[in-house]
Each structure stands twice: as C-alpha cells, then as structure tokens.
C-alpha cells in the first residue's frame, strides 16, 4: 500500500515551453502533497506545500508564476514548470501525506527528470 | 546557521558487517527524525521515523538512535548486504510540519 505515482518519469523539452508533472497517490487519499526538487548529488529541497482545495504555499525563493501546482483532488497534485529554461532541469519529486495520518509520515513518488534544451 | 551534516564521503562496509551513518545538526529542534533510502534516479523511500523523545528505535535490522542532547542520529545496518548499497537520507521533522533533508551518505557494501 502507500503508493505514489508521478508522470511521466522523464521529459526533455526546449526551453520556453511548459511542462507539466503530475503526482497521484494511488490507494490512500493525501490531504496534503509536497514538491521537492533535487541537484545531482544534493539534498531534496522543498518548493511548496499544496492542500487540496486550497493555495500551495511556497517555500522561499520559489517562483510560485513559474512553479504552478494545483491540488484539485484528494488524489492529485500537478507541478507546472512554465517557460521552462536550461536551469530549470533538475530532478523533481512529489510526496503525499495520507488523510488519516499526520505530516510525518509521507510517502515520495518515484520522481521525474526534466531536462530543458 | 541551520546545518544538517551527513558523511559527506562515501561508506565502503564489507558484507556482513554493521554499517553506520551518522547524521548531526545543527540549530534545530527537530520534533522527530527520519532515514530514507535512495536509489538513483528514485524518488526516497521511507525507512523509520524516531521521535524526540525516543533514544532507540529499530526495524528488522535497521536501528537508529536519535540524541538530543548530541543532536546526533546514528543509523545502523547489522548483517548489511549489497543490496544495501543506496544513498541513505536523513530528515528533520520540524514542529511546523517541515521536513529538512540532509544531501545523503553514499553507502557501498562490499561482496
């Protein structure tokens, strides 16, 4: 149980488009969703917090017009990367917390590569 | 200033040994502490959680001991295995829900 998924798994786009990730808790239901984002042999950093139903909020120095999330479901969560650039490549991943549960406990997605040319 | 500081090296243990990471931090009170796992190119994959009021916590045979006055974690791996090898995270929990991660300890277990 506690699954997470992400699509796709990986994406190369041109730089100026837009990318959109999505992050689905499978068999539970997540009242709340995390987006880090990781560097090559660095820490996860957390970009934002999304509820369902309500606005994500953002961790400092993370561009919430370019790093849009959505949280419309109990079930998903979407991170749009918009007009993306080179820097913006980078591993990122999603987590959710189960409805019952408290936020200690989250369960990570298997992550998406997004490489901008 | 806030650190979080795990082996920067990587940690060559030879099979069957115990394996152990250690993670310390610093100006934090973190209100529990959790170690992941990491494949790469995969998203963590949780392992245990240890509260602050918890010395000692394990889990087959993983254990982790969490010193706050220290303000140290030590994560074991008794009997460690190749399929050990991953990089293993620490995670503060803070009292807002935050979770801080460490970069990881790259951890290679030897045939």
């Known amino acids: 149980g506690a699954v997470v998924s992400q699509h796709p798994s990986r994406v190369i786009c041109k730089s100026g488009t837009s990318v959109k990730i999505e992050c689905r808790s499978l068999d539970f239901q997540a009242t709340t969703m995390f987006w880090y984002r990781q560097f090559p042999k660095q820490s996860l950093m957390l970009m934002a917090t999304s509820n369902e139903g309500s606005k994500a909020t953002y961790e400092q120095g993370v561009e919430k017009d370019k790093f849009l999330i959505n949280h419309a479901s109990l079930t998903l969560s979407t991170l749009t990367v918009t007009s993306a650039h080179p820097e913006d490549s980078s591993f990122y991943i999603c987590s959710a917390a189960p409805l019952a549960g408290s936020t200690d406990t989250q369960y990570f997605g298997p992550g998406t590569r997004l490489t901008v040319l | 200033s806030q650190k979080i500081e795990q082996n920067s090296e990587a940690l060559n243990i030879q099979e069957g040994k115990t394996a152990t990471l250690t993670c310390n931090y610093t100006?934090?009170?973190?209100?529990?502490l959790q170690w992941y796992r990491q494949d790469p190119g995969r998203g963590p994959v949780f392992l245990l959680l240890i509260r602050e009021n918890e010395k000692e916590k394990r889990k087959e045979r993983l254990k982790v001991t969490f010193d706050t006055t220290l303000k140290q974690s030590l994560f074991h791996i008794t009997a460690s295995q190749p399929a050990d090898s991953a990089t293993y995270l620490c995670?503060?929990?803070?009292?807002?829900?935050?979770?801080?991660f460490g970069k990881g300890t790259r951890l290679h277990i030897l045939p």
């Open positions: 100006n934090y009170s973190p209100a529990y």
């Open positions: 995670a503060l929990g803070e009292r807002d829900d935050k979770i801080i």
